[in-house]
Antibody, heavy 122, light 108 residues
């Protein structure tokens, strides 16, 4: 059974760095036909893609946030980590990780974690 | 960046109705479009990929179509479990993945 599970802090302070971990099971992070993406959703708003990572070394970031984001993986632990620097209250919302399957020059998200809610407040 | 314009933002319908949701891409994305269903407090669920391919286990009342840069999700006979928010997502490029603004399907 394929699962993804997000973990991380519920609350971060403005200007702090957010670190989120996605732990996967049922598939390998060394598989070159798929990857893991991070997507967020502010309360009551639409989904917003943040980043994804593929094997062996493909990393892609949302252009408007690229300088604040870093994605990495530890295949031996089946974990993908996303860090976002300089957190702001507008960054609050639910953060999801999802498995991305390759399609054409991009990919679609076939399985999602339950999400983790992040608040940003002093 | 490719923009996805989804309409309507809210749709009121009754059980048994045929409903359609549209997404228009700002440029050609070939057939690289997916549709997701999201219920309150839950993660999105993949319904359709590559414009018209049903994901495994998705009921056949859901279908997807494409005409140029306009994509449509159709539910042939709305069921109680289908009241939810639906999103389209283009995947023409790994470095530019965008979602539509969402369509909430509510009970009339």
């Amino acid at each position: 059974q394929v699962t993804l599970e997000e973990s991380g802090p519920v609350l971060v302070k403005p200007t702090e760095t957010l670190t989120l971990t996605c732990t996967v099971s049922g598939f390998s992070l060394t598989n070159e036909t798929l990857g893991v993406s991070w997507i967020r959703q502010p309360p009551g708003k639409a989904l917003e893609w943040l980043a994804h990572i593929f094997s062996p070394d493909g990393k892609y970031y949302r252009p408007s946030l690229g300088s604040r984001l870093t994605i990495s993986k530890d295949a031996s632990k089946s974990q993908v980590v996303l860090t976002m620097t300089n957190m702001n209250p507008v960054d609050a919302g639910t953060y999801y990780c999802a498995r991305i399957l390759s399609g054409g020059s991009g990919g679609y998200l076939d399985l999602w974690g339950r999400g983790t809610l992040v608040n940003v407040s002093s | 960046d490719i923009q996805m314009t989804q309409s309507p933002s809210t749709l009121f319908a009754s059980v048994g109705d045929r409903v359609s949701i549209t997404c228009r891409a700002s440029q050609s994305i070939e057939s690289w479009l997916a549709w997701y269903q999201q219920k309150p407090g839950k993660a999105p669920k993949l319904l359709i990929y590559e414009a018209s391919n049903l994901d495994s286990g998705v009921p056949s009342r859901f279908s997807g179509s494409k005409f140029g840069t306009e994509f449509t999700l159709t539910i042939s006979s709305l069921q109680p479990d289908d009241f939810a928010t639906y999103y389209c997502q283009q995947y023409n490029s790994y470095s530019d993945l965008t979602f539509g603004g969402g369509t909430r399907v509510e009970i009339k």
